[in-house]
């Protein structure tokens, strides 16, 4: 197909995900305009704006901000933790404190840039304590990241520690036996580590050693899925 057409395709191919999207929160009807053809970027600032304010869950009564994700809408590569925590939820931003000071030294150090890739929580409002997330919240959130993913449409997404990795792939295996292995996440490949806070709590060269060779192999990947 020439560009024309391969634009085109993929505009309907955001408008049916994003279609998806709204049926998951309730929308019944809705006047359709151009801005539903906006692309990734225009996808992104719906969702956001349709999160403003959310009381979907518990999780509302104990938030200073929502922290919806930050990065390029055209990112190749997207990081999923589990949920912000003290740091985000002041600033608003994910990955902000010690531990998103360490998972920008990860990704430097094979070479990708903070800047290129997009990253979010499977939900978007702190925790308690920083405690996991629970099934409702979960639910709750569930139809943002989808809506996410469905416009970003990542190459690869990289799950940052056991919660979120157990989550996106609907299973109970512990990191340990998830990560050094990339994994079907529908059709996008998705490839488990540790959490940088994980990390933290744990600055022995073995957990050091393990998240290195993790990174080695999202590099191979993120390249492998952009053809490098």
Same mark, same amino acid.
């Given at each position: 197909m020439g560009a024309p057409a391969d634009h085109l395709a993929e505009a309907f191919?955001?408008?049916?995900d994003h279609l998806r999207f709204l049926q998951a929160?309730?929308?019944?009807?809705?006047?359709l305009s151009r801005e539903y053809l906006a692309g990734p970027g225009?996808?992104?600032?719906?969702?956001?704006?349709?999160?403003?304010?959310c009381t979907r869950c518990k999780l509302c009564r104990g938030r200073r901000t929502i922290v919806f994700g930050s990065g390029p809408a055209e990112a190749g590569l997207m990081l999923i933790g589990e949920g912000p925590g003290e740091e985000e939820d002041r600033q608003g931003k994910p990955f902000v404190g010690r531990?998103?000071?360490?998972?920008?030294r990860m990704l430097e150090s094979?070479?990708?840039?903070?800047?290129?890739?997009?990253?979010?929580?499977?939900?978007?409002?702190r925790p308690p304590g920083n405690r996991n997330p629970e099934p409702d919240e979960i639910a709750a959130c569930a139809p943002f990241l989808d809506g996410q993913l469905a416009a970003i449409r990542p190459r690869i997404v990289c799950a940052l520690?056991?919660?979120?990795?157990q989550t996106?792939?609907?299973?109970?295996?512990?990191?340990g036996k998830l990560r050094g292995r990339v994994h079907a996440f529908g059709a996008i490949p998705l490839i488990p580590t540790f959490h940088p806070a994980f =990390? %933290? !709590?744990?600055?022995?060269?073995?957990? &050091?050693?393990?998240?290195?060779?993790?990174?080695? =192999? %999202? !590099?191979?990947?993120?390249?492998?899925? &952009?053809?490098?």
């Open positions: 191919h955001g408008l049916a929160l309730g929308v019944k009807e809705l006047p225009g996808g992104l600032r719906r969702l956001e704006q349709a999160i403003e304010g531990a998103g000071q360490l998972l920008t094979v070479g990708i840039s903070r800047d290129e890739v997009y990253i979010t929580n499977i939900v978007k409002c520690g056991t919660f979120a990795a996106l792939l609907r299973t109970r295996e512990p990191i =990390l %933290l !709590r744990n600055p022995g060269p073995q957990y &050091r050693r393990l998240a290195w060779e993790d990174m080695k =192999l %999202l !590099r191979r990947e993120y390249d492998r899925a &952009r053809g490098g």
